[in-house]
T-cell receptor, first 113, second 113 residues
Framework: KQEVTQIPAALSVPEGENLVLNCSFT??????LQWFRQDPGKGLTSLLL?????REQTSGRLNASLDKSSGRSTLYIAASQPGDSATYLC????????????FGQGTRLTINP | NAGVMQNPRHLVRRRGQEARLRCSPM?????VYWYRQLPEEGLKFMVY????????ESGMPKERFSAEFPKEGPSILRIQQVVRGDSAAYFC???????????FGPGTRLTVT
C-alpha cells in the first residue's frame, strides 16, 4: 500500500529565503508525482507534475525533483514571497491504469514579510 | 473554459439528514473523481466514475455513501443519514481521459451539527 509522507508539517521562514519541501513515498513504482498548492478554504492548484521518466520540472520560481529509486521528491521555492504562504501537497499516482492519487498530509508554509 | 464546479460550497446538515454534493466537470471531461479531506488530514480518494459507470469505489465507505455520474448533468455524491464524522471538505476532480492529469474543483465543505 502506497504511503506518502511530507516533512516538515509546518514551516515558517522570512521573505526572500530559498526553501525546500520534502515528500517521500514507500512504493517506488509510480506513474507520476504532482505538487499542489492549497489556500485556506480553497481548492487545489496544480503546480508541477513530474512523470516517472523525468528527474525534474521547473515553473518560474518553483523546481520539483524526483528520485524514484529512493522514493523522494523535493519542491524548491526560490526567493520566497508572502504570497507563497499556503499548504503544499504532494500526490503520487501508482500507474497508468490507476487513476486515484495518494496524497501526503501537506506542509503548511508561512512566509513572513 | 470554466473550471470544475462544485455546489454548494458550504453545506450544513443535522445528524440523520441527507447530503447531496454536486460536481460539474470541465467541458469535455468525462472522468470524475471524488476525494475527502477530513480535518487535519490529507485528501483521501473515494471514487472514480466515467459517464454512467463507477470504475473504482475502493475508497468509499461501505454504508451510507453513494456516487453517480449520469449521462446528462453533474456527478452527485450522496451521503445518507449523516453523522458528525462526515464533516469534511469534499473535492471533485475531472480529466478528459484516464491518462490525463486531474483538475480539482473548489470543494464542498460539509458540516454536520
Amino acid at each position: 500500500k502506497q504511503e506518502v509522507t511530507q516533512i516538515p508539517a509546518a514551516l515558517s521562514v522570512p521573505e526572500g529565503e530559498n526553501l525546500v519541501l520534502n515528500c517521500s513515498f514507500t512504493d517506488s513504482a509510480i506513474y507520476n508525482l504532482q505538487w499542489f498548492r492549497q489556500d485556506p478554504g480553497k481548492g487545489l492548484t496544480s503546480l508541477l507534475l513530474i512523470q516517472s521518466s523525468q528527474r525534474e520540472q521547473t515553473s518560474g520560481r518553483l523546481n520539483a525533483s524526483l528520485d524514484k529509486s529512493s522514493g523522494r521528491s523535493t519542491l524548491y521555492i526560490a526567493a520566497s514571497q508572502p504570497g507563497d504562504s499556503a499548504t503544499y501537497l504532494c500526490a503520487v499516482r501508482r500507474d497508468q491504469g490507476a487513476q486515484k492519487l495518494v496524497f501526503g498530509q501537506g506542509t503548511r508554509l508561512t512566509i513572513n514579510p | 473554459n470554466a473550471g470544475v464546479m462544485q455546489n454548494p460550497r458550504h453545506l450544513v446538515r443535522r445528524r440523520g439528514q441527507e447530503a447531496r454534493l454536486r460536481c460539474s466537470p470541465m467541458k469535455g471531461h468525462s472522468h470524475v473523481y471524488w476525494y475527502r479531506q477530513l480535518p487535519e488530514e490529507g485528501l483521501k480518494f473515494m471514487v472514480y466514475l466515467q459517464k454512467e459507470n463507477i470504475i473504482d469505489e475502493s475508497g468509499m465507505p461501505k454504508e451510507r455513501f453513494s456516487a453517480e455520474f449520469p449521462k446528462e448533468g453533474p456527478s452527485i455524491l450522496r451521503i445518507q443519514q449523516v453523522v458528525r464524522g462526515d464533516s469534511a471538505a469534499y473535492f471533485c476532480a475531472s480529466s478528459p481521459t484516464q491518462d490525463y492529469e486531474q483538475y480539482f474543483g473548489p470543494g464542498t465543505r460539509l458540516t454536520v451539527t
